[in-house]
């Protein structure tokens, strides 16, 4: 009988266009699928709560159609035990681009070498490998237009695979519950409304990608800002999760657009620019590993932030008194997901207005986001405080309730995750302690009770964070 290959699923968690499965799947032997929860190897980075949440669900509907064995611990051990408990001949995995992930791949490696199995990593996380794509200079990239000039000009990505014919393994194998791994939160059950937003999942990921197609794609370019319409993907988790793969995004939207005949392509371009943001977060953690930590640009690590406790909480909790910035927190709270526009403004808010660390915030986003990414969080988070390669200048401070009014003008996203505030005319939506004592009162909004004053007045605060910044030796 021929040795079972044992394929390791990392963020690659589907059948389809998957070429580590599809290589398992064709040494002809068994396939064993193992998933190793490794909370030890990312270290502070371990996995967060909404993360967690979406773990599980996304396991659990992978197991109705592959036979998963579910282990816990340092991903190299429990291969190396599970090399030697199965007798598999080979190991089949998916890169991964984190700044561990490198050498844990090589401990892998190492593994397979004592127990004697061949080892094979594959792409497939990404459009194309971060170190394929350099400049002229052959350097990487620090801009994004130039870089994704340079990923169009590669060329379409590859073909997709199709699911490939696999028997799963029918012998013995220890393998932990998936209930036993308390991924689920227990009390308070935060996780409650979560699931009426997603279904994770291979067949949800593609699901959501046929709707986005059907009615998202066409408004796309003109809309994409505006967190009171419902038009982007909202793909982010599953690619994450590599619940779909980037290459079967780009050659649906490819499809849809041919099929128009023109009428797609601005919103077509738009939409693939930003699956190239992703590739461009992933090519600069991928030469720049401190990215989550440090500062891009190091004159920013003397950047005089202040400790701020109390105003770090009331931002978490949607409570700063800026209708969307805490419209944004707390959309965050409830459905593990916030729309671009308003993580930018919910961002700059916290970095610039409380000259609070960003990375206190990517901390928070690390445990609510359900598409919570290393890789797309740091740069996102450098970008906004303005010491990421290629960031908004740290001058730009937006104004959230210019923001507000620009891109939910009627209140409609406001009114949605702040009820509280529900019943206030459209002018003082986004400015309620502008609001005359009578409006308010009819409105059901006593300010300080039911909806807080603002924690800081928005034109002082922008006054401190320059002045903060001419403080700062090399930032101008
Ligand atoms: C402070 C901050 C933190 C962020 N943290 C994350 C994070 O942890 N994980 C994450 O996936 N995205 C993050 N983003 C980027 C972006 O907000 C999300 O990718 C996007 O909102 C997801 O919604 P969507 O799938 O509807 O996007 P769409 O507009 O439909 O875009 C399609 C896909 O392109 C990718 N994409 C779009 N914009 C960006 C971007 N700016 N950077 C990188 N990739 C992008 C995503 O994979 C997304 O699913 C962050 C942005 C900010 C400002």
Same mark, same amino acid.
């Given at each position: ?179 036993? *791994? ?60 590599? %619940? ?5 995004? *780009? ?22 620019? %930003? ?39 009331? *931002? ?41 660390? *960003? ?118």
């Amino acid at each position: 009988m021929t040795s079972p290959s044992l394929y390791w699923l990392r963020n690659d968690l589907r059948l389809t266009d998957n070429a580590a499965l599809t290589a398992a799947a064709a040494a002809q032997g068994q396939v064993i699928f193992l998933y190793v929860l490794d909370d030890e190897t990312p270290g502070d980075w371990r996995l967060g709560g909404a993360s967690r949440w979406w773990l599980h669900k996304s396991l659990e509907a992978l197991s109705a159609t592959a036979p998963l064995v579910l282990r816990r611990g340092a991903a190299d051990k429990v291969i190396a035990d599970v090399l030697t408990e199965s007798g598999a001949a080979a190991v089949h995995f998916t890169r991964d681009y984190a700044p561990w992930s490198g050498a844990l791949e090589q401990r892998v490696k190492a593994a397979c070498e004592a127990a004697g199995a061949s080892c094979h990593r594959y792409g497939g996380f990404l459009l194309q490998e971060p170190e394929t794509i350099r400049n002229g200079s052959g350097e990487p990239y620090r801009v994004y237009t130039p870089f994704s000039k340079a990923c169009f000009a590669a060329g379409e990505p590859r073909p997709l695979k199709p699911v490939p014919k696999f028997s799963g393994w029918t012998g013995k194998l220890k393998s932990d519950r998936l209930a036993g *791994w308390g991924l689920l939160p227990t009390k308070p059950d935060w996780a409650k409304a979560m699931a009426a937003h997603w279904t994770p999942g291979e067949a949800g990921a593609a699901a959501r990608l046929k709707d986005f197609i059907a009615d998202g794609l066409e408004h796309y370019a003109d809309e994409r800002d505006r967190p009171d319409r419902d038009v982007t993907s909202r793909l982010s988790p599953y690619l994450h999760f590599g %619940e779909i793969s980037p290459a079967q995004c *780009w050659h649906a939207v490819r499809a849809a657009q041919l099929a128009a005949g023109g009428k797609l392509d601005k919103a077509a371009e738009k939409f693939l620019k %930003e699956v190239l943001w992703r590739e461009f977060s992933y090519h600069l953690l991928h030469h720049w590993p401190t990215l989550p930590e440090k500062p891009f640009r190091p004159e920013f690590s003397a950047f005089p932030w202040s400790k701020n406790p109390k105003g770090l909480k009331a *931002w978490e909790m949607g409570r700063t008194g800026y209708p969307i910035v805490d419209a944004g927190m707390r959309e965050l709270w409830v459905t593990g997901i916030m729309h671009n526009r308003v993580r930018m403004i919910a961002a700059s808010f916290l970095i610039k207005d409380l000259l609070i660390p *960003w990375q206190d915030g990517e901390r928070w986003f690390w445990d609510t986001l359900v598409d919570a990414d290393i890789a797309s969080n740091a740069a996102s988070w450098q970008w906004v405080a303005g010491c990421g390669a290629d960031a908004a200048p740290y001058f730009r401070i937006f104004n959230p309730v210019l923001q507000g009014e620009k891109f939910d003008t009627a209140g409609t996203y406001v009114r949605k995750w702040l009820p509280e505030l529900a019943r206030l005319p459209d002018e003082f939506v986004h400015r309620p302690w502008e609001a005359p004592a009578l409006v308010l009162k009819a409105a059901g909004v006593e300010l300080g009770r039911n909806y807080p004053h603002p924690v800081v007045d928005h034109a002082k605060a922008r006054d401190r964070a320059l002045a903060a910044l001419k403080e700062t030796k090399g930032i101008q």
